[in-house]
T-cell receptor, first 114, second 116 residues
Framework: AQSVTQLDSQVPVFEEAPVELRCNYS??????LFWYVQYPNQGLQLLLK??????LVKGINGFEAEFNKSQTSFHLRKPSVHISDTAEYFC????????????FGTGTRLKVLA | EAGVAQSPRYKIIEKRQSVAFWCNPI?????LYWYQQILGQGPKLLIQ????????DSQLPKDRFSAERLKGVDSTLKIQPAKLEDSAVYLC??????????????FGPGTRLLVL
């Protein structure tokens, strides 16, 4: 069975510092990988996605993620965070089960401190 | 391009009452999803439609939840009767078929339900 693990439930970081949000997945078949951001009282917004090709994927708002097949990871990074990056971040995988099914992690709450 | 629309944004009801949520997907998106997001958790798929047909409803509690997408465009999710544990945010998403069958999902703002 497929699963997504986000080990860090909360990550506090000072403004302008770098951040990494970790995501590991488990799957016996090929997956597509996504990161979504959810601001308070809003729906999920797509940050970036990995389909194939280059393992380093750049997304919106200065975020990027690197796919590592051997470690089954897809960590999200940003070199310098802003207060406005405070939000919940969800990693998700999409796997083929007769149709493409999404499985979400439990989320990481990023808190950017002034 | 207009995004996924949902209404109402907030709803408070008492247990055993009924409630309905509405979703209008992005124009041209054939696939529509309803998710339940309990506080502190990731979204859980309740039901997936392809046009007006159900593709996956394996995690829908069918004794109390129902959903329809009669004309293959907008959709309604109903809970009858509601229980305390149904308190959650209900997210609607839609997607367009991409190369290889992948569907990138775009989410609406959600409906926050509180059952008292």
């Amino acid at each position: 069975a497929q699963s997504v693990t986000q080990l860090d439930s909360q990550v506090p970081v000072f403004e302008e510092a770098p951040v990494e949000l970790r995501c590991n997945y488990s799957s016996s078949v090929s997956v597509y990988l996504f990161w979504y951001v959810q601001y308070p009282n809003q729906g999920l917004q797509l940050l970036l996605k990995y389909l194939s090709g280059s393992t380093l994927v750049k997304g919106i708002n200065g975020f990027e993620a690197e796919f590592n097949k051997s470690q089954t990871s897809f960590h999200l990074r940003k070199p310098s965070v802003h207060i406005s990056d405070t939000a919940e971040y969800f990693c998700a995988v999409s796997v083929w089960t007769g149709t493409y099914k999404y499985i979400f992690g439990t989320g990481t709450r990023l808190k950017v401190l002034a | 391009e207009a995004g996924v629309a949902q209404s109402p944004r907030y709803k408070i009801i008492e247990k055993r009452q009924s409630v309905a949520f509405w979703c209008n997907p992005i124009s041209g998106h054939a696939t529509l999803y309803w998710y339940q997001q309990i506080l502190g958790q990731g979204p859980k798929l309740l039901i997936q439609f392809q046009n007006n047909g159900v593709v996956d409803d394996s995690q829908l509690p069918k004794d109390r939840f129902s959903a329809e997408r009669l004309k293959g465009v907008d959709s309604t999710l109903k809970i009858q009767p509601a229980k305390l544990e149904d308190s959650a945010v209900y997210l609607c998403a839609s997607s367009l078929d991409e190369a290889g069958g992948l569907k990138t999902q775009y989410f609406g703002p959600g409906t926050r339900l509180l059952v008292l």
